[in-house]
């Protein structure tokens, strides 16, 4: 059975999409998986267990140029990679507009299908035009956590249960990752020693952000504990915050330089945990098994938020949590990684 999962955008929705890989490959050992994605995400996705072939698709860029010479060239290449092979399903993850279109013009084995949502659920984007573009539509709760919803829609689709909590294919990532990351920051910390703790403070939303104040007085703490403080950034919004929390905080505090998401991904692989907003990066954290503490400030925490795992933790909800919260979560998140690892992080 060949399987072809639609699912664009944007981090951590793709992310939280994942353990649909592990279910499949559980369900039919033998099944080859295919998966369509923006190019940006493509090199984190080429790192799942179970996936055989990745089509990037730029859609995002072709936005702004969508008729330029250059831009229908390589849709015209897209499309016929997307025809090179026959599936037998074709799952639209994401329930928009312009994933139906993509799920709709891959090509079908004899009886495949292209299935996806039949209605919106509680904070979920979904169009309601992709009924008339997909030929099996399957229904889901109203209100359902995001990695169980993407798990029952694979699992409707394609006629199996959906059985025992999700599991991130990312092992590999993780053991491979720890081991570069080790050896690429020898000239900066001690030989064999881990990153400090990951500061995921970016988002694209406004209404995700934490105070930079707030993040200054976190890291403070950690460093009193004797953690470095790490700091990721992409753009110049992002790099003039984490210059100014570095400043603040002193040498303890390392702004990372601007990396691809593979070089970001293999980083926090091999850090001692992850504090981070409502954003892509915090659902990677989870993929690789870090101790998180995820922070929100708004009520989505049931929709999105780490579940399943004591050491991988939401806090705050229709406001932002405090200094002292977001501090006694991440001391509850070392104690259980502690117990269930058999050594702090």
């Known amino acids: 059975m060949r399987v072809l999962i639609v699912k664009l955008s944007s981090l951590g929705d793709v992310v939280q999409t994942m353990p649909v890989v592990h279910d499949i490959r559980q369900a039919f050992p033998h099944a080859q998986i295919d ?33 330029a010479a250059p831009t229908r060239r390589e849709r015209a290449a897209f499309a016929k990679l997307l025809r090179e092979q026959a599936y037998d399903a074709v799952i639209d993850f994401q329930g928009l507009v312009k994933s139906a279109l993509v799920a709709r013009s891959a090509r079908l084995a004899p009886g495949g299908f292209r299935a996806t949502y039949a209605n ?10 992709v009924r008339h573009l997909l030929d099996r539509l399957l229904p889901m709760p109203r209100r359902i956590h995001a990695v169980a919803r993407y798990r029952l829609l694979a699992a409707q689709a394609l006629g199996y249960a959906v059985d025992g909590p ?10 491979a990752s720890m081991a570069k990351a080790k050896a690429e920051v020898a000239a900066d910390v001690a030989a064999g020693a881990h990153y400090g703790v990951v500061l995921a403070h970016g988002t694209t939303r406004a209404d995700n952000e934490w105070p930079v104040g707030d993040w200054i007085a976190l890291g403070q703490q950690l460093i009193a504990q004797g953690h470095t ?15 100014g929390i570095a400043q603040a905080l002193g040498p303890q505090a390392r702004v990372w330089p601007a990396l691809s998401l593979a070089q970001v991904a293999q980083r926090m692989a091999a850090s001692r945990g992850v504090v981070g907003v409502d954003s892509g990066l915090s659902h990677l954290a989870v993929a690789l098994d870090l101790p998180h503490v995820q922070i929100f400030s708004q009520s989505r925490a049931w929709r999105a938020g780490p579940v399943g795992c004591a050491y991988q933790v939401a806090v ?18 070392g ?5 269930a690892k058999g050594h702090a992080p």
């Not at 999700?166 to 993780?174: E, F, G």
């Not at 403080?229 to 210059?243: C, D, M, N």
């Not at 104690?335 to 117990?339: G, L, R, V, W």
């Open 316 to 333: 705050g909800g229709d406001a932002a949590p405090s200094v002292p919260a977001v501090w006694a979560a991440w001391q509850a998140v």
């Open 335 to 339: 104690a259980a990684y502690a117990a």
């Open 120 to 129: 919106a659920s509680e904070a979920c984007a979904y169009e309601w035009p």
């Open 229 to 243: 403080v790490e700091l990721p950034q992409v753009g110049a919004v992002e790099l003039a915050r984490v210059q």
């Open 166 to 175: 999700h599991t991130y294919p990312l092992a590999p990532l993780v053991a």
């Open 35 to 67: 998966w369509v994605v923006e190019e940006a995400f493509a090199p984190l996705v080429q790192k799942v267990v179970g996936v055989q072939r990745v089509l990037p698709i730029a859609q995002r860029r072709w936005r702004k140029s969508w008729f």
